[in-house]
């Protein structure tokens, strides 16, 4: 009865909305109770309604509303929390889907459904997009930019913008090459993240630049995609890289002060 692989409806359109998701806590129930309700309703309908034991979750997914796998004799249903509203005759139109009934009028109705809800899809985390601040304690990015910019790219970096990253961006996670781990270029933003641990009186004026000046290169040079992989440090980047006056020291010391940088 059910296709055997995972379907999903997929909402591709970009949500733009703030997210003003009130709290769904009425009457002094919590989000968990409401959810846990909700749950037992949907599951004995589509149960009853699919003649097949049925379980629901809920999630927060941005972008695949509804998917489902039957597992072990049990149709696992994933929905988006906002279903918790969805009355029968959504949950009808749902059973339709779910039986993979070609059927305008139930999709149509799901559409519509998920369209007048999508206050409660969460928006797209912003945490590349965060503004960045330049100033630290040590080191002014802005003043790094503007002189590795104009030493080395005749200053024709103008939409590139500059501050410092999180630090836990890079905690925890295997480690990167070292420039990846201690700068990033973002080509959404054009903007150039460097890690915090380098604003230090540690840190030589030639590093930072050093830093920058490889993070500009990945804003100048395209990405080369082969296939389905994508290569950042390409050949000619590479020789480019080089091209930085004090390269080897610079790779030195970032060598020698790996330690207390990737701590
Ligand atoms: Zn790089």
């Given at each position: 009865?059910?296709?055997?692989?995972?379907?999903?409806?997929?909402?591709?359109?970009?949500?733009?909305?703030?997210?003003?998701?009130?709290?769904?806590?009425?009457?002094?129930?919590?989000?968990?109770?409401?959810?846990?309700?909700?749950?037992?309703?949907?599951?004995?309908?589509?149960?009853?309604?699919?003649?097949?034991?049925?379980?629901?979750?809920?999630?927060?997914?941005?972008?695949?509303?509804?998917?489902?796998?039957?597992?072990?004799?049990?149709?696992?249903?994933?929905?988006?929390?906002?279903?918790?509203?969805?009355?029968?005759?959504?949950?009808?139109?749902?059973?339709?889907?779910?039986?993979?009934?070609?059927?305008?009028?139930?999709?149509?109705?799901?559409?519509?459904?998920?369209?007048?809800?999508?206050?409660?899809?969460?928006?797209?985390?912003?945490?590349?997009?965060?503004?960045?601040?330049?100033?630290?304690?040590?080191?002014?990015?802005?003043?790094?930019?503007?002189?590795?910019?104009?030493?080395?790219?005749?200053?024709?970096?103008?939409?590139?913008?500059?501050?410092?990253?999180?630090?836990?961006?890079?905690?925890?996670?295997?480690?990167?090459?070292?420039?990846?781990?201690?700068?990033?270029?973002?080509?959404?933003?054009?903007?150039?993240?460097?890690?915090?641990?380098?604003?230090?009186?540690?840190?030589?004026?030639?590093?930072?630049?050093?830093?920058?000046?490889?993070?500009?290169?990945?804003?100048?040079?395209?990405?080369?995609?082969?296939?389905?992989?994508?290569?950042?440090?390409?050949?000619?980047?590479?020789?480019?890289?080089?091209?930085?006056?004090?390269y080897e020291e610079a790779r030195r010391?970032?060598?020698?002060?790996?330690?207390?940088?990737?701590?």
């Amino acid at each position: 009865m059910f296709p055997n692989a995972t379907r999903q409806l997929a909402l591709n359109f970009d949500i733009s909305h703030t997210n003003d998701t009130a709290s769904p806590a009425r009457h002094g129930l919590t989000e968990a109770d409401v959810a846990a309700v909700q749950q037992k309703r949907i599951s004995s309908y589509l149960s009853m309604v699919l003649q097949d034991e049925v379980e629901v979750f809920f999630t927060d997914n941005r972008t695949t509303m509804i998917s489902y796998k039957k597992k072990s004799g049990v149709l696992k249903l994933r929905l988006h929390k906002m279903f918790q509203q969805a009355d029968d005759t959504i949950l009808k139109a749902l059973s339709v889907f779910i039986r993979g009934i070609p059927s305008i009028r139930a999709s149509g109705k799901l559409d519509e459904f998920i369209k007048s809800n999508q206050s409660q899809i969460r928006v797209r985390t912003e945490r590349r997009r965060n503004p960045v601040v330049p100033e630290g304690d040590h080191f002014n990015l802005e003043n790094v930019l503007a002189r590795v910019s104009t030493a080395y790219f005749g200053g024709a970096t103008d939409a590139v913008k500059i501050g410092w990253g999180r630090l836990r961006e890079r905690r925890g996670r295997r480690r990167r090459t070292r420039s990846r781990a201690l700068a990033t270029y973002c080509f959404e933003d054009t903007t150039i993240r460097v890690s915090p641990v380098l604003d230090s009186p540690r840190v030589p004026d030639f590093v930072i630049d050093w830093v920058v000046y490889h993070e500009l290169l990945h804003h100048i040079l395209p990405i080369e995609k082969s296939g389905n992989r994508k290569r950042y440090h390409t050949t000619k980047f590479r020789t480019l890289e080089k091209g930085y006056p004090l390269y080897e020291e610079a790779r030195r010391w970032e060598q020698k002060n790996l330690d207390w940088l990737l701590k």
